[in-house]
């Protein structure tokens, strides 16, 4: 396979509800789109890193100068059959994680039409449908919040994510778990507490959540162990892993029972893959996080879900819960709580060219 041309585009998408966490708040987005041109076929990847640097290091604007001055420039023209030979001349670039995952998508996309294949057969998938859970941002009202999770729960969902921080945390989980005695629940702190914050970790040790995802530093594994020792609760970590070394380390430290795969966050599907055989191995269940990711984004998180230790419903929801409209056809739909793996080769839906060339706000080709 030989990349001969990439193109980029900066496609800006509004989000049907505005999404707040401890660390931001985000009322559209811009995502870049890597179209790869090999072999008289085109891939496609998305680079689903935020427009600020509050998840973590990486912008849009970083991704934008990765992509096209590293990322594009070190494949083009380089031929490779395997993904680990794609990846070879951009190890050298260190982190850029968000950025490296967009191009390498369009990799995966453009060896799984080769092969025709869908993408989740190329990863080794053996779901037909994935768990499919909502993330919901923190809202201010709780009677909204209720109407909320009514709704996702109407839709068949079968878990809930309540993003928390100081001063929003126990009273509204404690409401909604008196409001829903059942439902599989759990909170994401994005970072938010410090080690000193034990007392309160521990009091959300009664309302039975199934994780407290990332409750301390964006980097940290180390007090993240302490803190397992004082809480019942399986704590999973999401920011502090970028690598399947990192969620060695972190297992080995006992830092968190639980591992959020977000493909952005470990630079590809490649190192999502290495992350879940590591905790199938260890018999640490996983899940699929996102980023709001468009439906090339999602479509690969869909692929990455089928693979057999996705146990637990992840972020990955059906289109319509973030866009009026999304850029590939069908839409993404999540159905009783579950999204179908697809049947066609690649990614599995049809990037709509007409609607990402309306959204598209920059685009530059590399390699002409
Ligand atoms: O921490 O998992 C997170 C969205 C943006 C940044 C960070 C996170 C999230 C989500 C939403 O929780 C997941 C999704 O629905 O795509
Ligand atoms: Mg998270």
């Not at 990192?246 to 830092?255: E, G, H, Q, T």
């Not at 973030?322 to 709580?337: C, H, K, L, Q, S």
């Amino acid at each position: 396979m030989n990349i001969e041309r990439v193109e980029l585009m900066v496609v800006r998408l509004d989000l049907v509800r505005s999404f707040e966490t401890s660390s931001s708040q985000r009322r559209f987005l811009e995502h870049i789109l890597v179209k790869a041109y090999a072999d008289g076929l085109t891939g496609w990847g998305e680079c689903a890193s935020p427009i600020d640097p509050y998840y973590c290091e990486e912008t849009t604007e970083t991704c934008w100068h990765m992509l096209k001055d590293f990322l594009a420039p070190n494949v083009i023209g380089r031929p490779w059959e395997t993904i680990e030979e794609f990846m070879a001349p951009l190890r050298k670039v260190k982190r850029n994680n968000f950025a490296k995952a967009g191009i390498e998508m369009a990799a995966w996309d453009l060896l799984a039409q080769a092969a025709g294949k869908p993408l989740h057969a190329m990863l080794g998938g053996t779901r037909s449908e994935i768990l499919s859970g909502v993330s919901l941002g923190i809202e201010r009202d709780t009677a909204r919040l209720f109407a909320i999770i009514d709704q996702y729960l109407g839709e068949g969902y079968r878990r809930v994510k309540l993003k928390i921080g100081p001063g929003r945390d126990v009273d509204v989980i404690r409401a909604v778990r008196e409001r829903y005695p059942d439902l599989p629940l759990m909170a994401d702190a994005n970072s938010a507490y410090r080690l000193g914050d034990l007392p309160i970790l521990q009091q959300l040790d009664q309302f039975d959540l199934m994780m407290i995802e990332q409750p301390l530093a964006h980097d940290d594994i180390i007090d993240h162990a302490t803190l397992q020792a004082g809480l019942r609760t399986p704590i999973c970590l999401d920011e502090s892993i970028h690598s399947a070394e990192d969620a060695r380390k972190a297992l080995d430290l006992d830092s968190g029972r639980i591992i959020n795969i977000k493909v952005s966050r470990l630079g590809g599907l490649l190192e999502a893959q290495k992350v879940h055989d590591l905790c199938r191995e260890r018999g640490v269940p996983v899940w699929c996080g996102g980023m709001h990711e468009y439906g090339i984004g999602r479509a690969a998180n869909v692929a990455i879900s089928t693979l057999p230790g996705f146990t637990l419903p992840g972020d990955i929801s059906g289109s319509d819960k973030y866009y009026a409209e999304d850029i590939v056809n069908p839409p993404i739909r999540a159905t009783r709580g579950a999204i179908a793996a697809p049947s066609g080769p690649g990614l599995g839906y049809a990037p709509d060219e007409g609607r990402i060339a309306s959204a598209t706000v920059r685009a530059l080709t590399v390699g002409e």
